[in-house]
Structures are given as structure tokens and as C-alpha cells.
């Protein structure tokens, strides 16, 4: 084939979707989303002041040209009018999306792209340690629906755990490259996750809550292990007060669970839930003790190992709670009959006949409220 | 006006006024560019469509962070390069790559079937694609595109001079691959 027959088929090609032809269904269809999430971006963003646009336009046109438009006064005072009255406030539909919203994706793009184009590394690390923040907000969001749905429920704690993981990548990369660095994001961390654990105030009961919560614990016990470690290399200088409240601050969450498992113990709780809570008591009281002695890294030990007592008592008491539940709603129903001690129902009833139970899978899709908070 | 500060223009007006209908001018000039660009790259529809996407959200961050730009559509490719390298680096290994079967169904391929020429084209194609990536580019460029070689020395970074030996390198390769494939099937 001589040059110009390739140069023709190449230019056939062109026109082609197997050359490379975008779809004019998909361009039309991708600038509308793409203007929609834009349009949000530039509400929820305020306008910078004047110095910064005289910058800008010198970073565009070059000093000539910046001054010749500078002066060209219609455009600046529209500018200006709108600096002073403009309303640039407004929630974004965008950042408010959650796990299952249409925007949602155009959401973790956005972010994504925040942070490709974040070159500092410690910088991207805060970055991921605030969409970390979102994450959590979006499953409280979900959990406070009237009806609970559990598939989005689950999809954001999944992204939550994601976003977990990612933060504690960055501090581990940062570690290699700048210590110091690393251990100011693992305070960053700390100092969030305090915050994290507040927005999580529903029941601990509820699952989804509970293993978010779990995962902010989790994280910020992996800080205060960098900034422990920061200190004892001589990477940092963060004083011990400061490091000792970290590691009370731990102890005390962890506590607090234990309280609450233990306020709930009844004749009913299997044995395995108290002796796990007791265990976890135990841990931690030792983690107290290590940190009177100024062991900092044994304490930390000892509060993971406090922690994951707690969790498995909260997973068995809920395990059973559920089941709890479940047998009191069937047995209720006609048809059902439950084994006497041994829990387990027998049902053989058409489902037609269940009277209107709330369960937290909706029933359908037209159940479900689908608009953004 | 020339195109270069029409757009310089649209620059502006995205920067200091959050200006989405400029914006939308940008994506109108470029997207098929930069969609041809993604997909050359990922070979498939539905890959290339989100990654195109991605691209023109993250020029829309770059935008308002104020850094300084001289030539958006150099930006543009530089942004649509790092967005398919990302993406290779999160997607596993091979899964980009392009099948048989998937240019089997698209329907450009299937009306051309009847089409004498379908075979000629879908070597040239095959042919383009085995290309290095800086020979592809710029021969996309230059004859899909249609875009001068001054244009693409901008966009690529690179002199003029430099992108006329990489387009006749480029064409000189396909013709190689070309005559060695048709050796091949009369053998």
C-alpha cells in the first residue's frame, strides 16, 4: 500500500468509531453531566479577590496583554459587582451525593482528580484524610434514612474502609520519603478521627455505625503508632504530653465500648460477650498501667488488643440480637411455631400472609426516597 | 481573533469568573481530539469515554487553582497522558487490552463488512496500533485530526522539524508492517 492510500484510509478511519469517533449520543450526553458537575463545583467554590485575578490574567496573556485587560474596565467591574453582590453559596448536589446517587461517581472523580493533581505528598495525604471525612458522612447519611437500605448502607462503609486504606498507604509511603512529614499527617489523622468518631453517634447497636466507627478507631490507632514510632526514632518532635493524651484518648473510646456492652448484659447474653468484655477490661487496664510507665508502644498493644475483644463481644451480642428479633417477629406470625430451646422457628407459611414488617432492605425501589439530602 | 487567544480568552473567563459556558467551548473544541487521544491509548469505547470524562474534570481543577497555563490544548493531552497512565496503574494487567471480539459487535464494523474495503482499513487500523505511542500520536494527530504539523509541535512539545521526521518515520513504519503482513498472507 503506497503513502497516500494509508493517509486516505487513515483519514476514513477518522470518521469511524473504530478509528476513533467519539459517539455524538455519548458527547452530547457527557457534556450535560460534565457542565451539571462543573456548574456545582463553581457555586460551592467562592471567587477570588482581585490580586489573585490580576495574576491570573498575567499567567494567561502575558504582561502586555494583562495590562491592556486589566484596563478594559466593562469585564472587571462586572467581575467586582459580582465579588460584592454575587451569591456564590449554595449546597452542591455533587458533594452531597452518596453510595448509589447518580453524582455519586462524578464525586469520587472529582476527588480522584483532586488528588492526582496534588503534588506534594503530605499535602495529598491530608486531602485523603478529608475525603476520608466525607466517606463518613455518607454512611451517617444513609443511616439516618427513614428506611435503611442496607446494599448503600454496605457500599459506603466498603468505601469508608477504602478510604481508610488509602490514607494509611499515603503515611506509609510518606514514612519512606519524609518522616517528619508522615508523623504530622498521623496527627492529622489522630486529631480528625476524633471528630470522625463524634459525626458516628448513633447507637452502637447499629451495625453499619459500628464497623465505621471501627474503622476511624482503627485508623487512628495506626497514627498514634506512627507518631509513637516518629518519636522514639527521633523523627519528630512532638512532646510525650501530647503522644500520652493520644494514647488516653484511645483507651478511653475503647472503654467506652466496654462500658456499653457491659450495660447491656442481661440473663440472655451468651457467655462468650461477657468474657470478651472482661477480657478487653483487662487489656486495657494494662494499657493504663504501660502508660504511667511511660511505655507508650506496649500501651498501644495492649489498646489493640482491647479493641478487637470489643469487637468480636459487639459482633456476638449483635449476632444474637438479630436472631433475638427475628424469632419474637416470626413467632408473632400465624403458622410459626419456635423449637422451645433451641430458638430455630418453624415457619412453612405462605409469605403472602406476613403482616407489614419493617426490614432494612426496602421492599422495592419505588419504597426508596432516592433525592439527595 | 486567532484560535490561540480566543481561547486564551476562555481561559480567562473560567479562572476569575467560574465561567462554565467558556468551559463548555473548550470541551467542544477538543473533546474529539482528546476522545481519539484516550482511545488510541485504552482501545476501548467505554474505558476511553470515562477517561476522557476524568480528563476534562481535572482540567476544570487545574483551572481553579490558579496555576499558569499557556496552552490548554497542550494541557489537555498532557492531563488525558497522566489520567490512561493512572488508570493502567489501578486496572490489572492485560485488562485494557483490546479483542477481537469487541471490535466484532461495533457496528461500524459490521456496516462495513460489506464494504470492499473493510480489510484494507482494519490493517491500516492494526497497523497504527502496533505503532509506538509518540509515532501513533502523531500520525493521529496529523491525519485523523487534521491538524498541521506547527499545531502538533505545540501540543506535543516538541519543533516542527522533529514531528515531520517522527510522521514520516510513523508512515514509513505502517507501510513496513503493511507489506510484511500482506508477504505473510500470500505465503
Known sequence: MEKKDIVNNLQILGRLHIGGEPSALWISDSREQLLRSVREDAASRPLSDASPRIRTIRGIFGIRDAMRLVFQTSGVLAASASLLFGSVAGASAMYGSVPGDTLYPLKRVSERAQIALTTKPEARARLQVDFLGRRVQEVTRLNEKPFKETARINEAVKELRAGATSVEQEIVSLKKESPSDAVQVAQYVDQKSDEYQAALSAPIADRAIREAKDIVVDASVKAVAVIIDGRARGETIVPEEEVVSSVGEKIAAVSARVVSIEESLSSETPSSVKSSASEAKEALTEAKSLVDKQDLTAALVKVIEGKTLVNAAESIAHAQREAAALVSTTSTLPGSVVVPGTGTVLTGIATSSFPKFVSSTPASVSDVTTQNP | ?187
Not at chain 2, 474505558?47 to 487545574?62: G, K, N, P, V
Not at chain 2, 498532557?78 to 493512572?86: F, G, L, T
Request: charged fraction near 30%.
Open chain 2, 1 to 187: 481573533m486567532s484560535n490561540r487567544l480566543q481561547e486564551k480568552l476562555l481561559l480567562y473567563r473560567i479562572r476569575t469568573k467560574r465561567d462554565t459556558d467558556a468551559f463548555a467551548k473548550l470541551y467542544d473544541a477538543y473533546i474529539q481530539r482528546i476522545y481519539r487521544f484516550v482511545y488510541f491509548k485504552v482501545n476501548r469505547t467505554e474505558e476511553a469515554q470515562d477517561l476522557t470524562s476524568e480528563t476534562f474534570l481535572r482540567l476544570w481543577q487545574y483551572l481553579q487553582e490558579g496555576k499558569q497555563v499557556t496552552y490548554v490544548g497542550a494541557l489537555l493531552y498532557q492531563i488525558a497522558r497522566n489520567v490512561v497512565v493512572d488508570h493502567h496503574r489501578r486496572s490489572r494487567p492485560g485488562e485494557s487490552e483490546s479483542s477481537e471480539e469487541e471490535l466484532a459487535i461495533m457496528p461500524d464494523f459490521q456496516a462495513l463488512a460489506a464494504v470492499e474495503r473493510t480489510a484494507e482499513l482494519s490493517q491500516v487500523l492494526a497497523a497504527v496500533r502496533l505503532l509506538k505511542e509518540e509515532y501513533r500520536e502523531a500520525l493521529t494527530m496529523r491525519y485523523i485530526d487534521g491538524l498541521e504539523p506547527r499545531e502538533i509541535a505545540q501540543l506535543l512539545g516538541k519543533s516542527p522539524g522533529n514531528i515531520r521526521v517522527v510522521l514520516h518515520r510513523a508512515l514509513e513504519t505502517v507501510r513496513a508492517l503493511l507489506t510484511s503482513s500482506q508477504g505473510e498472507g500470500e505465503k
